[in-house]
């Protein structure tokens, strides 16, 4: 599978990840920035290195900089960002309901001049 920025082979129970050096927009490759693949590939590892104590993760090992190799598993269709700061211009965004006057957003109490 060819996706935006990774190169997905099936390997019997396992998939290889190869991330690439890709830029994307919109659906369509634009150009390509050397090193951009392997600091993806880092930070995410870093994430999921530091992350695997809360949570088990997929990763068997990264035999490259740009490689990684996972197990097959389900996926939990769930996403979400974490900020630092209310943001946003969605009508789901914290930022728009907030300014809405709304101050219990997802079961999270917020104060007046947060």
Request: charged content about 20%; proline content about 4%; aromatic content about 12%.
């Amino acid at each position: 599978i060819r996706g935006k920025v990774r190169d997905i082979y099936d390997a019997g129970y396992y998939l290889v990840l190869i991330t690439t050096d890709r830029l994307s927009a919109f659906d369509r490759n634009l150009d390509s920035i050397p090193f951009k693949g392997q600091v993806l590939n880092e930070t995410s590892l870093w994430w999921f290195n530091n992350t695997q104590h809360i949570t088990p993760n997929a990763i068997v090992s990264s035999p490259d900089r740009n490689v990684v190799i996972a197990k097959k598993c389900s996926v939990f269709p769930i996403e979400f960002v974490v900020r630092g700061y209310v943001t946003g211009s969605t009508d789901t965004s914290l930022w728009t309901v907030y300014n809405k006057g709304v101050r219990n957003y997802c079961g999270n109490e917020l104060s007046d001049g947060t």
